[in-house]
């Protein structure tokens, strides 16, 4: 049995002591200095704001244990399924921090701006090659405001025909932010049921489809990590009811090369580039989620979009059905000049390796684990597999415990109750950058947690033990929100 | 093949566990029209040499704000960036990790969160903060969302001097509710608060106003607060955070929802993204929220830990009826911006906005000395104000790129009556030496 250490338990604040500086900022080279004559009384903070007062290296250690307290890919195997948590390259953050890119302003002249619009110009056309799409617009900022960008879209696109269309088709095994996003677009979200397999229920299918229903919303591979065989017929079926399909693209690692949300009959995808393309998922982000659409969606893409004429790269701001700006500015271009750097690196047979790899691994994973736990659904899967803790359930080791007891083996957690159409749900991406000996040493240890369960129960319910602080009180979090720190009296 | 480990023979090994031929085996379920029968039209793979060898070439065609002198601003600023910012945000704990779903394994992020929601509230003189939306339009945009849920009123008041991207980017979020945005007008550079008063009736959610607004100018906050809770409704206060070490706290002005662009907290411009999307509330809107939020508790043992918290709101529970379909925040600016403000602290942060404002003064002073340059509007302004210049701006903005300068956004691509301005905004980067050959420069620009 591994020992605890002694977690590290401080917060900034407690390190302050007042006259501490850490920053270094030039004396004032201009007559006037003080605010008070130069700005309105009433516009001066009344009282100064408390913030910590330390030392550098305290800012250093401080951080820096911190850190510590976290698994991240570069120190964890974390198969968090759906969220696609691959190797984040060195080399894309040393380019996103060449000076030309990261200390440009967005509002320079054009002129000014050629390599990064050329960046972007370049990108959006790989982007579309890729998905099989005709435009793409890299503004939305991550995967929930791809989708938006994409039903406005569609809502724009119906409208322009004098279509009322009130509702949106969503499968039940979903990502929570199509329903989300869906809503904020003004539609109401329609349920269509799953079959066993976690494929669309084609008979529910039709019946929803009527002449108020402007969009149907699937991911694929879907949540369970499936490719569904008959998804041409479904997209095929919609347009023949002017419904526009939305293919979510968290899942799209598993098809680059191989097959393209554009050729399947899809008119609008997003893409993730935080799960695909290499981009850090930073503890929740930044990401970027750039929205690729049929040519028949094109006019109504977020302004500005970048195009290219003659040699010169420029924003088109003149377009009159655009359903206009999602962020202030271009997009998350540091994550565009990452995802960009990637896509060069790896080439069109890299990338279709890619997706191959991470066929191959989710396989691999399921195939050594389908005896000691249930399936989600039947194989062969795309890049991830779901299992279903209820075996070990019935012995008193629910979805949560095997994934607490991850943590003490030495890996990250996979997606736990999710999807929740799949009882104590284990969803488990691999990713193809992971090898065959980190792969087997996962399972082997969930493995190990199946036996314990059958033997010793015990364990799982009570870890982690190893980490920096053992099961936290959820319910105590949020009866008694403490969402800020105050000094004690 | 780079990043990829496994090798011709391992991957036969696993073929053999899974009891599969080939890769093609696995891809049984997609049907044959279905797939690509070509390799993608993205070309081959490029060495690392080779890439950035075509980066930098790409990266040296931008004229950024290390080989300029960058007077731009209108919602992302050349402010100061201290060196440990970089350093520990590529610790690969916090990059490569993601949304703290297992806390036991993430205390390092919840952690920083934690600090963030709480010096971020400290400066807004609010309640509560979330960590964090995309920028400062979207922040705005999840504002005006809210404020309609909140009061069940389907209107809000919009002033003419907000960042007209921003007003953009909120349309765009409304256009699918019930909602009418209503503009207030801004004739003298900030809004008219007898327009405001006009504009606001029972049917009003919010009032928003932005100080210092798009023209740099400051706003009357507390009173246009005033006017929006003497009709019930909101107020909704656009402020960047890092102008709050001098300028008063919008919680301190009548803010029920504080909003705003943390981008000059050490978070690189990067052509206008990522930035950091600034959101707090007063406690009693707080699971109105969106985003995440974190909260302290106490493990099985007692100890200290943090979590999400609050979830009833989001996405992946509430699913279609959730305050907001934000997942995937800036997680990352936002510990830059936590790094930021224990570097700068207590002083530093109200020196940076002293420093700003102070050069700002003096380089308007400056500028509205050269013949035929006038200050734009007469209000009170921080760090950034508009010119009106006897020659085309556009122009103008030419001359001074071949001198190495970035002389600032021209107005007349946001509002045409504006055609003969341009905004400047003048960061604690700059000195007394560039704001001088910056005058002299556009002296010989407009003569």
Redesign the interface.
Same mark, same amino acid.
């Given at each position: 049995m591994m020992v605890k250490r002694a977690a590290y338990d401080r917060l900034i604040f407690e390190l302050s002591s007042p006259g501490r500086i850490a920053h270094s900022l030039p004396e004032c080279d201009v007559p006037t200095s003080d605010p008070r004559e130069l700005l309105p009384d009433k516009q001066l903070r009344s009282s100064p704001a408390e913030l910590p007062e330390v030392s550098e290296l305290d800012v250093v250690r401080h951080y820096t244990r911190l850190s510590q307290l976290n698994y991240g890919v570069d120190t964890h195997f974390y198969p968090l399924g759906s969220c696609t948590m691959k190797y984040n390259p060195k080399l894309n953050e040393d380019t996103a921090r060449l000076a030309g890119f990261a200390r440009l302003h967005p509002l320079v002249p054009e002129a000014a701006a050629q390599g990064a619009l050329q960046l972007m110009h370049e990108l959006g056309a790989m982007l579309g090659e890729i998905a099989g799409m005709d435009a793409v617009s890299l503004q939305p900022a991550a995967g929930a405001q791809g989708e938006l960008a994409g039903v406005l879209m569609i809502r724009a696109y119906h409208a322009s025909r004098g279509e009322r269309r009130t509702k949106v088709l969503i499968p039940d095994s979903a990502h929570g932010t199509n329903p989300a996003s869906t809503a904020i677009a003004g539609y109401e979200v329609v349920e269509v049921k799953s079959d066993a397999d976690g494929g669309v229920d084609l008979l529910d299918l039709e019946r929803h489809l009527a002449d108020d229903v402007a969009a149907f919303m699937i991911t694929v591979p879907n949540t369970l990590g499936n490719f569904e065989p008959r998804i041409m017929e479904i997209t095929a079926l919609c347009r023949s009811k002017g419904v526009q399909v939305y293919m979510d693209g968290a899942n799209l690692n598993a098809i680059l090369g191989i097959t393209r949300p554009g050729d399947l009959g899809f008119d609008v995808c997003h893409f993730n580039l935080h799960k695909t393309f290499t981009t850090p998922h930073g503890g929740g982000g930044p990401g970027a989620g750039p929205v690729g659409v049929k040519a028949h969606l094109e006019p109504f893409l977020p302004v500005p979009v970048v195009t290219k004429k003659g040699e010169r790269y420029t924003l088109d701001w003149k377009r009159r059905a655009s359903i206009g700006k999602l962020q202030a500015f271009w997009g998350n271009f540091a994550m565009l000049v990452r995802a960009y750097t990637y896509i060069k690196t790896m080439g069109a047979d890299g990338l279709r390796r890619v997706s191959e790899d991470a066929v191959l691994n989710a396989n691999y994973v399921m195939k050594r684990l389908e005896r000691d736990y249930d399936l989600g659904a039947p194989g062969p899967c795309m890049h991830e597999c779901v299992l279903s803790a209820r075996r070990q359930k019935k012995l008193g080791v629910n979805a949560m415990d095997v994934a607490k007891r991850l943590l003490d083996l030495g890996f990250y957690a996979p997606s736990t109750y999710f999807p929740m159409i799949v009882e104590e749900a284990l969803m488990i991406e691999p990713t193809e950058t992971e090898s065959k000996e980190t792969l087997d040493a996962f399972c082997d240890a969930m493995i190990q947690i199946a036996r314990e369960a059958e033997t010793e129960s015990k364990i799982a319910a009570d870890a982690p033990i190893t980490t920096p602080v053992r099961r936290l009180d959820q319910t105590k979090a949020a009866r008694e929100p403490d969402l800020r720190w105050r000094p004690r009296d | 093949?780079?990043?990829?480990?496994?090798t011709d023979r391992?991957?036969q &090994?696993?073929?053999a /566990?899974?009891?599969?031929g080939g #890769?093609e085996?696995?891809?049984?379920?997609?049907?044959a029209?279905?797939?690509?029968d070509r390799?993608? !039209?993205?070309?081959?793979?490029?060495a690392?040499t080779d890439?950035?060898r075509?980066?930098?070439?790409?990266?040296?065609?931008?004229?950024?704000?290390?080989?300029?002198v960058?007077f731009?601003g209108?919602?992302?600023y050349?402010h100061?960036v201290?060196s440990?910012i970089?350093?520990?945000v590529?610790?690969?704990?916090?990059? *490569?990790?993601?949304?703290?779903?297992?806390?036991?394994?993430?205390?390092? *992020?919840l952690?920083?969160?934690?600090?963030y929601? /709480?010096?971020i !509230?400290?400066?807004t003189g609010m309640?509560?903060?979330n960590?964090?939306i995309?920028?400062?339009?979207?922040s705005l945009a999840e504002a005006v $969302?809210m404020s309609r849920v909140a009061t069940g009123r389907a209107e809000v008041v919009l002033p003419g001097s907000l960042?007209p991207?921003?007003r953009?980017?909120v349309?765009?979020?409304c &256009?699918?509710?019930?909602l009418r945005l209503r503009d207030a007008a801004a004739p003298d550079g900030v809004v008219d608060p007898d327009a405001v008063r006009g504009l606001v009736t029972e049917a009003t959610a919010a009032v928003v106003v932005q100080s210092p607004n798009f023209y740099g100018c400051?706003e009357d906050v507390?009173a246009l607060s005033e006017i929006a809770h003497a009709a019930g409704a909101l107020s909704i206060v656009v402020a960047a955070p890092v102008n $709050?070490?001098?300028?008063?706290?919008p919680g301190?002005q009548g803010a029920d929802i504080a909003v705003g662009?943390g981008q000059g907290l050490g978070v690189?411009?990067?052509?206008?993204?990522?930035?950091l999307g600034v959101f707090a509330a007063t406690q009693a809107l707080?699971r109105r929220m969106p985003g995440?939020?974190?909260?302290? /508790?106490?493990?099985?043992?007692g100890?200290?830990?943090?979590?999400l918290?609050? &979830?009833?709101r989001? &996405?992946? #529970?509430?699913?279609?009826?959730?305050t907001?379909? #934000?997942? /995937?925040?800036?997680?990352?600016?936002a510990?830059m911006a936590?790094?930021y403000?224990?570097?700068?602290?207590?002083?530093?942060?109200?020196?940076?906005?002293?420093?700003s *404002?102070?050069?700002a003064?003096?380089a308007a002073e400056r500028l509205a000395a050269i013949p035929g340059v006038s200050l734009r509007f007469g209000a009170?302004f921080?760090k950034e104000f508009a010119v009106r210049l006897p020659k085309s701006p556009?122009q103008v903005?030419?001359k001074l790129?071949r001198e190495k300068m970035?002389a600032g956004?021209p107005l007349g691509t946001f509002d045409r009556n504006l055609r003969d301005c341009l905004l400047v905004a003048v960061t604690?980067t700059r000195?007394?030496?560039e704001?001088d050959r910056f005058a002299a420069a556009l002296e010989k620009a407009v003569a």
């Open positions: - | 093949m780079r990043y990829l480990p496994t391992e991957r &090994q696993m073929l /566990t899974i009891g599969a #890769i085996d696995l891809l049984v379920r997609l049907p029209k279905a797939r690509l390799p993608l !039209a993205i070309g081959p793979a490029v690392e890439l950035v075509e980066l930098r070439a790409m990266a040296g065609k931008n004229a950024d704000a290390d080989s300029h960058c731009l209108a919602g992302s050349d100061y201290p440990p970089n350093h520990l590529l610790r690969g704990e916090f990059f *490569t990790a993601y949304t703290p779903y297992q806390p036991e394994a993430s205390q390092g *992020t952690r920083s969160i934690y600090e929601q /709480t010096m !509230a400290e400066l309640d509560v903060a960590a964090s995309y920028d400062g339009a979207s $969302l960042h991207l921003y953009r980017a349309a765009s979020y &256009q699918g509710m019930d400051l507390a $709050l070490g001098v300028l008063e706290a301190r662009e690189p411009m990067s052509f206008g993204g990522p930035n707080v995440r939020l974190v909260g302290a /508790t106490v493990d099985l043992d100890q200290r830990g943090f979590v918290t609050l &979830q009833a989001e &996405q992946h #529970i509430r699913r279609a009826k959730a907001s379909n #934000i997942c /995937t925040n800036v997680a990352l600016n510990l936590t790094i403000l224990a570097i700068l602290g207590k002083q530093g942060l109200r020196k940076v906005g002293e420093l *404002t102070a050069k003064h003096y009170p921080f556009d903005v030419r790129l970035l956004v604690e000195t007394r030496e704001i």
